[in-house]
């Protein structure tokens, strides 16, 4: 993305200036307090919304990952991972042998190939969200831009997903994910977006960026890093210090 902004017609600009680099087998995590654009600049990302500003180019398709939200029509999850082939597949033609045995391919590569005839409005969420990321991968695009892939999940069901990404990344994958928890951001990604305000979008290494300052600044609320050591590694633990926050509105 290059001097990237958007705004919808008659209104304030969302962001403006926004420029970074996914390379492939990398995370890049956008980060931000809800209504600051970071699904808008995904979707941008994955040319479902055409930038006023600036311009996106990608060395291939970028599948896209919505956030999972159920549906309405009572497909079998094989046949919502199929969509994904969709450019592949002509105009009023149907599914090939070798569209089918890629939307296969992508289910048991996520794990899911048990749910290939289970309806997807009857499926958990973190479900959903699996049969949603087989879609993307079975388009055979190089990027994944992803929003809030975790929403609405316990941990456990986050974890898997984290895990899933971090397996794609090593495969090469370029992946582009919107995420209202930093310390995902810390686990998985190498570099960070942070939305400040509309002109002022803060882009580097996720281990420089995601600073007590600057994320205590992101999201008005007293946030610390932890430093620890597991399995002989160093990590880092994200602390939110909620009482101080209500200290500050009761002042």
Known sequence: MDGVGFR???????FQGVSFCVAPGSV????????????????????????????VRSDGMVGYVPQ??????AFRAFDMVVLGRVRQIHVFGTPSRGDRVAAIDA???????????????????????????????????PVLALDEPTMGLDLRNQAQILSLLRKLVTDGIAVLLTTHHPDHALYL???VVLMMGP??????????????????????????TLDYRQNGLDQRAIITRYDDRLKRREQ
Request: glycine share 12%.
């Open 107 to 141: 289910m048991e590569r996520v794990g899911i190939a048990d749910l290939r005839d289970r309806q997807f409005p009857t499926l958990s969420g973190g479900e959903q969200q699996l049969v949603l990321i087989a879609r993307a991968i079975a388009s055979e695009s």
């Open 189 to 191: 990604a190498d570099s």
């Open 68 to 73: 999972a939200h159920g549906g309405s029509f």
């Open 8 to 14: 919808y017609p008659g209104r304030d600009w969302i």
């Open 28 to 55: 890049t995590a956008v980060l931000g307090p809800n209504g600051r654009g970071k699904t808008t600049l995904v979707r941008c990302a994955a040319g479902l919304l055409k930038p006023q500003e600036g311009e």
């Open 199 to 224: 002109d002022d979008i803060r882009t580097g290494a996720a281990d420089e960026m995601l600073t007590d300052t600057a994320l205590s600044a992101l999201y008005d609320i007293e946030v610390q």
